[in-house]
C-alpha cells in the first residue's frame, strides 16, 4: 500500500511547487519585461533493497522562458525597449551585474537612474547618476543626454551610456532572488548591436489566459493525488478489517 501513497504524494507536492510557480507568473502578467519561470519534473526511483518499484517526482530545474514580450507605445521619454535581443545591465542588491528588460526607467531621490523594480541603471563606470537637469534623452543606442537645470535647450550633455549586453541564452539564468544573470554572476561585455526605442515598454510574456487555465488544469491534479491518497486509506483501512475478521 506504501506503493500507492508515496507516488500520490509525489505527485501532489510536485503539483503545489507547479502551482506556486504559475501563480507568480500570473502576478507578473502586468510587469514590464518579466519572463516568465519553467517548472521541470522528472520521475525517479529509490535506492536501496526492496525498494526499486518505488517511484517518486523530483523537480530537476526551474528553468525561464526568455521569450520578447509584446511591445507597447507609452510616449514616455524615459520609456525604453530593447529592439530584438539584447538586456539592460543592472545592479542586483549584493552589487553583482544583472540582466534585465524591464525599461520603465525613472530618476531616483538619489539622483540614480534606475529601473521601475528600483535596480539602478549600469553605464560604462557603473551605476548612472545624474545632475539636476531640466530634460533627459536616452538615445537608440543607449546614450543618455540632458540639458542642465538653468541652461538653454540646446546645451546638451551626454553623461553616460546605458550598458547593453547580449550574452548567449543558454548562459543566462534567474537566481533565487529572481533577477536574472549571466553565467555565475561575471560581467558582461557591452554589445554596440543592442538598441533602444524610445517611448516603448516590453511587456511580460505572461500569457494571462494561458496561465489562468494552465492553473484550473494544476488545482484539478493535485485533487486526483488527493483523491488517490484518500482511496489509499480506504483501502488500508479495508484490508484492516479483513485481517480482524480471519
Not at 91 to 112: C, I, N, Y
Amino acid at each position: 500500500m506504501d506503493h500507492f501513497v508515496y507516488i500520490a504524494a509525489s505527485g501532489a507536492q510536485e503539483m503545489m511547487l507547479a502551482q506556486a510557480a504559475n501563480s507568480h507568473n500570473l502576478a507578473n502578467a502586468a510587469t514590464p519585461g518579466f519572463k516568465a519561470d519553467l517548472v521541470n519534473a522528472e520521475s525517479r526511483y529509490l535506492d536501496g533493497v526492496g525498494v526499486a518499484s518505488r517511484v517518486y517526482t523530483i523537480e530537476t530545474r526551474k528553468g525561464t522562458d526568455l521569450a520578447a514580450g509584446s511591445l507597447e507605445q507609452t510616449g514616455r521619454d524615459l520609456d525604453v525597449a530593447i529592439v530584438g535581443e539584447g538586456w539592460i545591465a543592472v545592479q542586483a542588491p549584493d552589487g553583482t551585474e544583472a540582466l534585465s528588460r524591464r525599461g520603465d526607467l525613472r530618476v531616483d531621490e538619489f539622483g540614480q537612474l534606475v529601473n521601475g523594480g528600483g535596480q539602478p541603471v549600469l553605464g560604462e563606470r557603473g551605476p548612472i547618476a545624474l545632475p539636476p537637469f531640466s530634460s533627459l534623452t536616452v538615445g537608440a543606442d543607449g546614450t543618455v543626454s540632458i540639458v542642465p537645470l538653468g541652461e538653454q535647450i540646446n546645451a546638451v550633455a551626454v553623461l553616460d551610456r546605458i550598458k547593453l549586453v547580449n550574452p548567449p541564452a543558454e548562459a543566462i539564468d534567474k537566481g533565487t532572488d529572481g533577477l536574472l544573470r549571466a553565467g555565475d554572476g561575471l560581467v558582461s561585455e557591452p554589445a554596440a548591436e543592442v538598441r533602444l526605442a524610445s517611448g516603448m515598454l516590453e511587456g511580460s510574456n505572461v500569457n494571462p489566459v494561458s496561465a489562468m487555465v494552465h492553473m484550473i488544469e494544476l488545482a484539478r491534479q493535485y485533487e486526483m493525488h488527493v483523491r488517490m491518497m484518500s482511496t489509499a486509506q480506504e483501502l488500508d483501512t479495508a484490508s484492516t478489517q479483513l485481517m480482524r475478521l480471519e
